[in-house]
């Protein structure tokens, strides 16, 4: 692959109002990034200062290429941090937990509540035999007691393992094994649309072939209560004990906390493996720089804890933060496109975080649901996990932000556990553009030999410096672990491709496997599907590329048209016109296929390669992680 190419970077800059940058906790990014630099391990202490530690570490980091420890032989367990250290410091009462069922049922913890139940799954785990080290594999719907098992495992040092419960069997079966489960925490069923879904019916069928499984543990949420069969299965609230104790397990900082499987729009899923203070720190450090988690605000991230993102900014960072969390276990159009508004404005959410696909989804929908409801809670947007098309940027801070609330598009992966690029609260917001590193993170945008590229030059994206939560190694394949960071010099290699401007902004251009190339120009296929999402026709886009004898790769573009539009010939060149007008010759798609949806994982990223597999009579390979 060609390492440089040039990428058209003018766009809007929108400048938020001067005074927000008064208000923030980290107002002056400038200031900020200094301070990291003058002196790295200072700066990460101070954050670790501010929370709870059984044992203070002896060195704050050992960088060993490619292994990194952090706050060495400290000993903490982040539950105390999470719940004892609140329901302590007088919020007892304070809110923690809000859930809405898709009926508009509603339950409310508190801290001393959350706090409470959190001990008593914690004990009854350890009442099955699960001891420190052990893994839980938790197959669960969006409801409180997910959360509640999460930390019930952190709190006797457990490993969990989330396994989001729309993966069907053979996902499933392959992450108990992978990961040795020894329990498997289960609900008898989710509700979505209206309908129940079963979930034990697929637990049983996934431990077949899993002899580590001792027991699995049914939430019986409907009536009449589903049937217990063999002996290995146990009702949640028989395993419940009536504690108002249960010590937490003194963890030393690099215990592991959890397994992630990445969604893995490439290749097979990678056991992402996290450990106790590392990420403690730097949850906590973004929740409170990032969002500027505050004690009133009500904190919607509308991910599910089945994803990195519900880990670090519905779990662990927000509680870590003394916050309160709203989690919802209903869809965005379910019963209607109006249900997440309604959410807002009855529970007056200040911070809400989401995804593109989300936004996109709304912006088909069109304004007038989000008109319906009364939005002046909000006070900070975010976006995760694709590109922010300047489209989608645009609706989403006027229609649902207002143009008052700054928008934080946030770039960052399981593998690093927090956001990494950002643009703070308060600065200059550059739609496209994800923003500048956050302060503790030296961020660049480099050639195939970890040279850095001028301004406008397409490279890699790559993080030089390790960084307190970063994943300590790939469960069963340290192999695999090695590679991110040799493959670019000694650089830790994201997989995105990326460029930056002369103010020092990034943008991410797409998965480096989703790069086009063209007559020998890379081309990012995030730029071309902007590109096409900003004509008014086009709700959603994907490209892929085709070999092609001449050109190397010729671009197809798949695209879901907005309500009102069909698809037609006159239309299809209207939008390869579009396309060469605002990129180029180079990038035009040849060819365009209207479609009704989109391949698409359940974390809601478009899996290009499902598309060109299918386009050219090719085998998809790993489905598994693939929305029905
Ligand atoms: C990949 C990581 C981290 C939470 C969700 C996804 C893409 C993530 C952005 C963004 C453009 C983004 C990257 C990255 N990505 N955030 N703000 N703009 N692309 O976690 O499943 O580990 O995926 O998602 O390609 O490498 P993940």
């Known amino acids: 692959m060609t390492e440089k190419f040039d990428v058209k970077l003018e766009g809007k800059t929108f400048f938020p109002d001067p005074s927000l940058r008064e208000h923030m906790r980290m107002g002056d990014y400038e200031l900020a990034y200094n301070e990291f630099l003058k002196d790295p391990e200072a700066y990460w202490e101070k954050v670790a200062e501010e929370l709870t530690w059984i044992n203070k570490w002896d060195k704050i980091c050992e960088w060993d290429h490619p292994h990194a420890r952090w706050f060495i032989n400290s000993k903490l367990n982040i539950t105390q941090n999470c719940l004892d250290r609140h329901v302590q410091s007088g919020k007892k009462n304070k809110v923690a937990l809000i859930w809405v069922g898709e009926g508009g049922e509603e339950k409310i913890l508190t801290y001393r509540q959350l706090h409470r139940e959190v001990m008593r799954f914690a004990a009854g785990l350890k009442s099955l035999g699960v001891k420190k080290g052990d893994a839980v594999c938790i197959y669960m719907p969006l409801v409180p007691e997910q959360i509640i098992v999460a930390l019930a495992c952190a709190r006797i040092g457990a490993i969990h393992s989330i396994v989001f419960a729309g993966f069907g069997t053979r996902a499933l079966n392959s992450r108990i094994r992978d990961s040795a489960a020894k329990i498997v925490v289960t609900a008898d069923a989710t509700i979505r649309r209206g309908k129940r879904v079963e979930l034990k019916a697929i637990v049983e069928e996934a431990v077949v072939n899993a002899p580590s499984v001792d027991k699995i543990v049914v939430l019986r949420r409907t009536k009449p209560p589903m049937e217990l069969y063999s002996e290995i299965e146990v009702d949640y609230y028989d395993v419940l004990k009536d504690v108002s104790e249960c010590e937490a397990e003194v963890m030393d900082a690099e215990d592991p906390l959890f397994i992630l499987y990445t969604s893995g729009t490439t290749g097979p899923a990678k056991g992402i493996v996290h450990t106790c203070a590392g990420y403690m720190v730097g949850t906590y450090y973004t929740t409170q720089n990032v969002f500027d988690l505050r004690d009133n605000d009500v904190f919607w991230c509308t991910a599910d804890p089945g994803w990195i993102t519900g880990h670090s900014y519905i779990i662990y960072g927000p509680l870590l933060a003394g916050g309160t969390i709203l989690i919802t276990e209903s869809t965005p159009d379910y019963p209607d496109p109006g249900v997440w508004w309604n959410i807002i404005d009855d529970f007056d959410v200040t911070i809400f975080y989401t995804a593109p696909t989300a936004i996109r989804m709304f912006m088909r929908m069109g304004e007038d649901w989000p008109r319906k409801y009364d939005l002046s809670s909000l006070r900070i947007l975010g976006s995760v996990g694709e590109t922010l098309n300047p489209e989608t940027f645009e609706w989403y801070y006027r229609v649902i ?26 600065q200059p917001m550059k739609p496209g553009f994800v923003g500048k590193p956050l302060p503790g993170v030296v961020a660049d945008v480099v050639d195939n030999n970890g040279d850095p590229v001028p301004p406008g030059k397409g490279g890699f994206l790559v993080i030089k410096e390790p960084w307190p939560s970063m994943m300590r190694t790939v469960r069963n394949n ?31 251009l797409g998965r480096s496997d989703d790069v086009l190339i063209v007559a020998g120009h890379n081309i990012g296929s995030a730029e071309v599907e902007s590109a096409l999402v900003s004509n008014e026709a086009v709700a959603e886009a994907a490209v892929i590329g085709k070999p092609d004898p001449l050109k190397g790769e010729i671009i197809k573009a798949f695209i879901i048209l907005r309500k009102g539009y069909s698809p037609s010939d006159k239309l299809r060149s209207e939008l390869i016109y579009h396309v060469r007008m605002s990129l180029g010759p180079i990038a035009m798609p040849s060819e365009v296929e209207f479609v009704e949806s989109l391949p698409k994982t359940r974390s809601g990223k478009i899996m290009r390669r499902v598309l060109r597999a299918k386009e050219l009579g090719m085998d998809p390979g790993d489905v598994s992680t693939l929305e029905e």
Do not use: F, N
């Not at 934080?408 to 703070?424: C, P, R, S, Y």
């Not at 090695?482 to 930056?500: F, M």
């Open 401 to 426: 932000g207002k143009e008052r609330c700054p928008i934080l598009d946030t770039w960052w992966q399981t593998e690093t556990g927090m956001h990494m690029i950002t643009t703070l609260a308060g």
């Open 478 to 508: 340290e192999e695999r672990y090695r590679q991110y960071w040799s493959t670019i010099g000694k650089y830790y290699t994201a997989g995105d491709l990326a460029v930056k401007d002369d103010d020092g902004y990034i943008m991410i």
